[in-house]
Structures are given as C-alpha cells and as structure tokens.
T-cell receptor, first 112, second 117 residues
Framework: QQQVKQSPQSLIVQKGGISIINCAYENTAFDYFPWYQQFPGKGPALLIAIRPDVSEKKEGRFTISFNKSAKQFSLHIMDSQPGDSATYFCAAHNQAGTALIFGKGTTLSVSS | GAVVSQHPSWVICKSGTSVKIECRSLDFQATTMFWYRQFPKQSLMLMATSNEGSKATYEQGVEKDKFLINHASLTLSTLTVTSAHPEDSSFYIC?????????????FGPGTRLTVL
C-alpha cells in the first residue's frame, strides 16, 4: 500500500532553533516530494519540493534533505520563528498517477 | 501565479439541504482538479479526482451520489454535497495541477468550512 510516514506528530522549538520533520516512503515509483505548510482554517501552501535525483534543496530558511537509498526525506527549518508555527505535511507523487499521498502532518510550535 | 480560489469560504446549512462549493484556477488552466476533506487535526483525505469533460474518479468509500463533482471547464470544478447531514460537516479543500518544470505541481484552494446543523 502506498504510504508516507511522517514524524514527529508535534514539535516544539525555541525561536532561532532548527525544526526537523522526517518522512519515509515505501513506493520507489514516487518521484516528486513536496512539503506543504498549513495554517489553521487555510488551505495547504506549497513550501518546497524535491526530486529523487537531488540529495538536498534549499530555499531560504527551508531545506529538504533526501536519502533515496533509505527512502527518507526531511524538512529542516533554520532559525525557526513564531510565524513558522503551523502544520507541515510531507507528500509524495507518482507521475504515472496524479494524486498526492500525504503524511499525517506535524504541528510545529515555535516559542518566542 | 498558480492561484486557486474556493467559494464560499464557509457555509452553514440545515440538514437535508444541498450545498455547492466552487473551485477555480484563477491564472492557469487545470485539466485535473482534486477534492479533499480534512477533519480537525488530521491530514487531507482525497475524495475524488476531477478531470475536465469527464466523470470524476472517486476514492474507495466516498459516495459518488452524495458528493457530486462537475468539472465543466478548465478553470472550474464544483462539489455538491447532496442532502447534507451533520456528519458531512468538515473542511473541504480543492487543488488544481499545473505542469511546471516536468512535474504536475498541485496548488490548493483556501478551503470551505461546511457546518450542517
């Protein structure tokens, strides 16, 4: 069964710290791995995405690390800010199909 | 670019009535749109895949007669919750795909909060 397992379920980080969220997948046919950020009462917003031919992608304070052999990828938020407090979802996509498979989400709280 | 809108943003209705939710891609054409349902503090659950000009494909366990989906144009898909009941109360989110840099990226609407009394 296609699954994306996400951990931790919740995370509390001090302002200025590094937030790390991990995801693991099973289906080797997945070829696109986006991260979404969702604030309460809003739709998810695409944050950053990576392809399996790249081991790391950085955009500002957000970095995805990708380990193809381990079938794992993670989101690192550097210099975490209170405004980063939200729920983060990892996802995986198979070009042969079109639907995203989502992780269960991580609620991040950044204390000031 | 890649903006998706939903209307209404929230709706309250009486049990037994039908509610229509619109999803529009504002600045691009979307051959495929998706409808998701999200319960509080949970992940997004895919309900159906909507392709322009064809019947929607529903996920297992989703009643197609209950949740009617119409994708009449490349920029508009609608979800109608028929004979709504309190258990249909949820946050409904649509997304639309845009082909970018060899991948179909999904962009989400802001969601519609449905409350059935």
């Amino acid at each position: 069964q296609q699954q994306v397992k996400q951990s931790p379920q919740s995370l509390i980080v001090q302002k200025g710290g590094i937030s790390i969220i991990n995801c693991a997948y099973e289906n080797t046919a997945f070829d696109y791995f986006p991260w979404y950020q969702q604030f309460p009462g809003k739709g998810p917003a695409l944050l950053i995405a990576i392809r399996p031919d790249v081991s790391e992608k950085k955009e500002g304070r957000f970095t995805i690390s990708f380990n193809k052999s381990a079938k794992q990828f993670s989101l690192h938020i550097m210099d975490s800010q209170p405004g980063d407090s939200a729920t983060y979802f990892c996802a995986a996509h198979n070009q042969a199909g079109t639907a995203l498979i989502f992780g269960k989400g991580t609620t991040l709280s950044v204390s000031s | 670019g890649a903006v998706v809108s939903q209307h209404p943003s929230w709706v309250i209705c009486k049990s037994g009535t039908s509610v229509k939710i619109e999803c529009r891609s504002l600045d691009f054409q979307a051959t495929t749109m998706f409808w998701y349902r999200q319960f509080p503090k949970q992940s997004l659950m895919l309900m159906a895949t909507s392709n322009e000009g064809s019947k929607a494909t529903y996920e297992q366990g989703v009643e197609k007669d209950k949740f009617l989906i119409n994708h009449a144009s490349l920029t508009l898909s609608t979800l109608t919750v028929t004979s709504a009941h309190p258990e249909d109360s949820s946050f409904y989110i649509c997304s639309a795909t845009q082909y970018r840099d060899i991948y179909n990226e999904q962009f989400f609407g802001p969601g519609t909060r449905l409350t059935v009394l």
